[in-house]
Each structure stands twice: as structure tokens, then as C-alpha cells.
């Protein structure tokens, strides 16, 4: 029988000729934990009695979620992951470095054919240059940093094909929002993607890791893609590692086939407080807004700001709305400033925030009051996501932050184009 | 185990059972401080050691935080039961040792304020409010193995001993 990019990568790590239901303990590759999850990890690994990292090489710590840190709590908890690194000779990246799944894809550390584990739910980015990579939580990870293995529940497959030419202004963003709005937050719960089709082989690599990191937000264990020419480029370009690109057999099973045609999509939203509240931009275009903010794992890269930045030049923010930056690592934030990216958005009236998280997970760079409106390209919506309970979140495309911004409302992008 | 049900609905995810901001520690106590606070700000104040959390679809969606599953225990729910898990949340309650339970019916018939009785080894639910009895799924044995030992840290030991 055939089998999945799944059940092949997960057969090739635990040598067992695995398929979807079937339970493996698998050796992976590498395995990261970011601030806000690392300290648990920590612990857990000492009361599991252990002295020593199987390999310090295929373990790294990025503090990102709240970076610089905002109080003496989260100090408390970035200087045990500091001593941990080092007592352990991991590698660590510290404040101002990125966003975990920035950092690890363009700092070389995995390739095609991979299997990886991640103390943070969007793990599932690497998807997108064919790593089977998934999110866990600290304890995992301290079992995982002991024995270089973990075991996994094989997943049944989803596959999505997406046709069709993306319109002007409409973006991988608004892609995978309008899957999740279709599928719903839970309708790929314990299963794998495979996302494929003349769409997604037009996208860039970058644009393709916006759209493998949402898929948790369908509950999906993976977001898997082909290594086409494209990736391998990119790959060769960030890492020295050999990379063993899997392509799923031709007579592999699929849970279920759904194939969507893209031609007509309409920039999307996703409003308060789930984010498979999806609609298109005109439904709620108008809808003031308080606070804007690019970056993130999901929208934080070299292109996202290129296409904020030609919206926003020669414009300026709304006087009764901020709007707030957060490259997605250093190196985005050097090749913005060369390429004069940064200064645009500045010069509209940005305020930039240091590579890492920002704002999105609420722990500090930018708490909404109470009752705001805010427009995000982060992956989540929830309640209380920024911080506030009581403020409102809405999702969309770097493009569409960048209209709303200016008109301090809700904004379709294209007439900006 | 026995205790009160408190019902929440579907998608109940991590940043309502226990929001970033209050992760600047892992002291499980006062993690059970706020835990549900954006979900029902007084939860915490209402809820009795051994009560029980049941949801609806999707239960602990969202982040891998593994706080979420210790809050809860911490906060002396006795188990979650809900129509269905997210699959980072349903994992992290496993190794940290917090009992769910799976049963769409119980989820859907269980009222709030229902006496619960549940006996784990069996899956079996009761309501004894209604009288009413529910089977919840069965675990796959690899991973009953981890919830006997009381969380993965309990079955390495064990394993390793």
C-alpha cells in the first residue's frame, strides 16, 4: 500500500513500515523550545533524574515570546534557560535574534525529510520545505532532549489542492485563512496536511511558511509540502546539511481529498475570537481600528514588509491608530534596513519592536485597552490573545494591516495596488 | 472520584484556560489562580476540589503551553471531559498526568451543577444527577501505560529503574 509524506517520515525514523494509526518511537533530527515553554522542559528533564542531552548539537532555545523581558518573572525564567544552555552546550538564541520558527528553517538547522519536535504549537512551519515537524509541550520536549526520540501516533492525511492563479492583493494569508474558515478549528484534529497544486508551486518559500504555520489552526499535526525546485534552492541556501526530500506514492491513502480553485478569493479576515471566524475584507471593511501589527511566525518576513512597505509609502498611519513592526528575525531586520524597507514603514509612522513575538502572544510590545480594535497578521485571535480579554483581534494579509492603518479601519488592500 | 460539573463550550483553548501574561511562572499554584479567567473570571472562586471541566469540541486548542493542563490540575479539577481534544492539549494532560476523558454524549447531556462520579480504570461516567451513564473512548495501551504511571516523568522512572 502506498503511503503519505507522513507514514513515510515517520517510517524512515522509527525503521518500521509504518502506516496511519500505527504508534512509533522515532529518532528526531531536532528539537526546539522557546521561553515560554523551555523553563516546564527544564524542569521536567531534572525529575526525570537526567545529566546529559543525547546531542547538544540538535537542540536549540529561542527566547522570543517575551524578549526583552518585561518582568522579573520572565528574567527568573530566561536566566534558567540561559544556565541550561550552557551547562548543556546547546545552542541558545538569545533576545533580538527572531522568532523560533524564523530562526530555525533560516539558520539551517533542518532540512527535507526531517523529523522534528517543537515546545510550540506552530512547530508545524517547517512543513512547508518538507519537514515533518509538529508541536508539543515540556514535557515531550525534556523526553525528547534525553533520548533523541519520542513516540508518535502515525496521522491519516488530509490533502489539499489549490488551483488557480492568487488575484492582485490576495496573498498565502488569505489562502489559509479561507481553508481554515472552510475546514473549521478542529477539522484536521490528530491529522496531517498535504498542501499542493499549481497555487502553492507559484508561492514563494516564504509565502509557503505562512500557510504550513497555520495549519495547527485547524488542529492539524502537520502542514506538509512538496521539496520542489524552489525549496531545494532555498534549503542549499541556509543550510549545509544533505537534505532527503519524500515524496508521498501515488496510491497513498488520504483521509479525505479536497481540492479548491482560488482564482476569485477575495482578501480575507479572520474576526474575533477564533480564527476560523473567517470573512471576506468586505464584510467588515469599515470597522474602526485602534492598533495594527506586522510580524510574527506567520507574517514576519523580508517579503511581508516589501509588500507593507508599498502600500504605506509616501502614506502615514491614522492618527487614531498605531502601527506595530516585528521582523521576524536580525537578518530580516538587516535586509529590510538595506533594501530601505524599514525606513518606509518609519517614515509612515511604525513603531518597530525587537525581532521575536511582538505583540502577539500578549505578554508585552503592545497590550490593546479595553474595547479596542486591533488588526493583526499574527495566527491567533483568541480571547485574551494580546493580553486583554476585552480587546478584539482581527486577521488578516501584511497588505491588508498596511490599508487598514492608514484609513484606521478595516481596508481592502487592492485599491493600494 | 466525584465531584460537580462546570460546562464550557467548544474551542476552549489555551489562552482561556490560562492567558500568556500570567506564564512568568511555573508554580503550579498560582497558575490555578487564573486559571479559566477568560473564560469565567469567578470559575476559580466557584469551583471545589474535585469538581470536573466538561467541554464541548476542541478542548484546549491553540498553544502547546503545557501550563494549561497543570493549571487545571492544579485548580483540583479532577478530569476534563469533552467531545473531543486538541491533540497538543489531549498529549500534554497525558504526560502531566491530568485524567480526560472523551465521551460526545456525556459532553453533550451533562449539565452544569450535575453530581459527577467517574471511575477511570473503566472509563465509565456517571451522572449521578440524572442517573445516566456514559462510556468514555478507551486509551490505545501504549499510552494507558503513561496515565497509570501518573505522566511520562512516572513512566520513565519507572521504565529506567
Known sequence: ?417 | MRGKAWKFGNNIDTDLIIPARYLNTHDPVELARHCMEDADPNWIKKTGKGDFIVGGDNFGCGSSREHAPIAIKAAGVSAVIARSFARIFYRNAINIGLPILESAKAAEEIKEGDQIEVELASGTIRDLTTGKSYQAQPFPEFMQKIIDAGGLIGYLKAKTA
Open chain 1, 1 to 417: 500500500m502506498g503511503k503519505t509524506i507522513a507514514e513515510k517520515i515517520l517510517s524512515d525514523h522509527s525503521r518500521i513500515d509504518a502506516h496511519a494509526g500505527d504508534i512509533v518511537i522515532a529518532d528526531l533530527d531536532f528539537m526546539i523550545g522557546q521561553d515560554g515553554t523551555s523553563g516546564v522542559a527544564i524542569d521536567s528533564f531534572r525529575k526525570m533524574s537526567a545529566k546529559k542531552v543525547f546531542d547538544p548539537k540538535k537542540i536549540a532555545i529561542i527566547i522570543d515570546h517575551s524578549s526583552p523581558s518585561p518582568n522579573e518573572g520572565v528574567s527568573a525564567i530566561h536566566k534558567k534557560i540561559r544556565e541550561f544552555s550552557k551547562e548543556q552546550g546547546i545552542l541558545l538564541y538569545d533576545i533580538g535574534c527572531g522568532v523560533c520558527h524564523q530562526l530555525t528553517p533560516e539558520q539551517g538547522h533542518v532540512v527535507p525529510g526531517d523529523l522534528v519536535i517543537g515546545a510550540d504549537s506552530h512547530t508545524c512551519t517547517y512543513g512547508a520545505i518538507n519537514v515533518f515537524s509538529t508541536g508539543i509541550g515540556s514535557t515531550d520536549l525534556a523526553a525528547g532532549m534525553i533520548s533523541g526520540k519520542l513516540w508518535f501516533k502515525v496521522p491519516e492525511t488530509i490533502k489539499a489542492v489549490f488551483v488557480g492563479k492568487l488575484p492582485k492583493g490576495v496573498y498565502s494569508k488569505d489562502l489559509i485563512l479561507n481553508f481554515i474558515g472552510k475546514i473549521g478549528a478542529d477539522g484536521a484534529t490528530y491529522m496531517a496536511l498535504e498542501i499542493e497544486g499549481s497555487t502553492i508551486d507559484d508561492l514563494s518559500v516564504d509565502a509557503r511558511f505562512t500557510i504550513s504555520n497555520m495549519a495547527i489552526e485547524c488542529g492539524a499535526k502537520a502542514g506538509l509540502m512538496k521539496a520542489d525546485k524552489k525549496v531545494m534552492e532555498w534549503v542549499k541556501g541556509h543550510s549545509k546539511r544533505a537534505p532527503k526530500p519524500v515524496e508521498a506514492d501515488k496510491d497513498a491513502q488520504y483521509k479525505k481529498m479536497v481540492e479548491i480553485d482560488v482564482a476569485k478569493l477575495e482578501p480575507q479576515i479572520a474576526k474575533p475570537h477564533t480564527v476560523d471566524n473567517v470573512c471576506s475584507v468586505s464584510e467588515v471593511a469599515g470597522t474602526p481600528i485602534q492598533q495594527g501589527f506586522i510580524g510574527t511566525c506567520t507574517n514576519g518576513r523580508l517579503e511581508d514588509f516589501q509588500i507593507a512597505a508599498k502600500i504605506l509609502k509616501g502614506e502615514k498611519v491614522d492618527p487614531n491608530c498605531r502601527l506595530i513592526i516585528a521582523p521576524s528575525s536580525k537578518d530580516i531586520l538587516l535586509a529590510m534596513i538595506k533594501d530601505g524597507t524599514y525606513q518606509t514603514l518609519l517614515d509612515a509612522g511604525a513603531v518597530a519592536v525587537t525581532p521575536g513575538c511582538g505583540p502577539c502572544v500578549g505578554t508585552h510590545n503592545g497590550v490593546p485597552s479595553d474595547g479596542e480594535n486591533v488588526i493583526s497578521t499574527a495566527n491567533r485571535n483568541f480571547k485574551g490573545r494580546m493580553g486583554n480579554p476585552n480587546a478584539f483581534i482581527y486577521l488578516g494579509s501584511p497588505a491588508t494591516v498596511a490599508a487598514s492603518v492608514i484609513e484606521g479601519k478595516i481596508a481592502d488592500p487592492r485599491k493600494y495596488l
